[in-house]
């Protein structure tokens, strides 16, 4: 989950500096996805899991559908909107995701883990500041497009439980391709000079990132892995830096702080837990 939240800052880092340099963020979408598609498509033939069955394929649609959404409202939002703010609001992410969760996927969540996912999302907010900022529209775009993604977040978690994460990524990119190729259209203009070697370089990053986000889904519950969603911010502040020569100021070093603190709540939490789990399995 950590390797997925260091290249999903990447990703967003790279489309909010291409954007900024005036290419359309749809059409990096639209690359993104098709490239995508072409990469993924022997892996997929390879391991047999092109063809699956009308059920599953309605749960990728639906999954395409609302990734989509999410993720061209989350693109345009990049370009108006403070990359280390923004990146914050995505936080807002794993306390929707959590209660999707609870809802359809009937998932449990402990006490703990519940005040974890909190004191995660205070430290975000300790970064943001948000009774101190204007609030405008791109912002209000960017909470409602974290929405969407946890309602794509909960597809995902359904299908990592039984089909392979390179078929996830596939159908991912596979899906998004004619959507985004649409919504590109009337703002077509092809890539010059390096912004080819950003996007590309954009391609290789998102597709490893779809592949360890379903990886980590097929490993633990979605109330566990939200938190860590939190180190992104650190990761932000980071790229912001060195990318965009924003400093690091102190409530982002106390936010980061909380953050950190807990993701290492919910590490304590799983491995007690599992301490007490092999124990019972050890008694005849």
């Known amino acids: 989950m950590l390797i997925f939240c260091l290249l999903a800052t990447i990703a967003d880092g790279i489309v909010r500096y291409v954007t900024i340099q005036g290419f359309p963020s749809s059409q990096i ?125 909960i597809f995902t978690k359904k299908l990592s439980d039984n089909q392979k994460p390179t078929t996830v990524a596939f159908f991912f990119a ?34 490893m990132g779809q592949i360890s986000l379903t990886k980590a889904f097929s490993y633990a519950n979605i109330a566990t892995l939200m938190p860590f969603e939190y180190s992104g911010l650190v990761f932000a502040t980071i790229f912001s830096y060195i990318v965009f020569g924003d400093l690091v100021t102190l409530n982002t070093l106390v936010g980061g702080m909380v953050i950190l603190g807990s993701g290492y709540i919910i590490i304590r939490s799983e491995g007690k837990k599992k301490h007490r789990q092999e124990e019972l399995d050890i008694i005849p």
């Not at 919504?183 to 370089?201: D, H, K, N, R, S």
């Open 174 to 207: 596979l899906i998004l391709t004619p959507l985004s190729f649409f919504l590109a259209l009337p703002f077509w203009q092809w890539p010059v000079g390096m912004e080819w070697l950003y996007i590309l370089l954009f391609v290789g990053v998102g597709t």
């Open 29 to 153: 979408l639209f690359i993104r996805c098709f490239l995508g598609t072409i990469i993924l498509l022997p892996l997929v033939i390879r391991d047999k899991s092109l063809f699956v069955s009308k059920e599953v394929f309605k749960l990728y649609v639906a999954r395409g559908i609302f990734s989509f959404l999410g993720a061209a409202s989350w693109f345009y939002c990049l370009k108006y909107v403070d990359f280390t703010a923004i990146i914050a609001i995505g936080f807002t992410s794993p306390l929707f995701v959590t209660v999707l969760a609870i809802c359809f996927l009937k998932e449990k969540i402990s006490g703990l883990k519940l005040t974890a996912l909190l004191i995660g999302f205070s430290g975000a907010m300790i970064v943001v500041k948000p009774f101190d900022a204007d609030f405008n529209i791109y912002l209000s775009l960017a909470v409602a497009s974290a929405f969407v993604w946890a309602i794509s977040l």
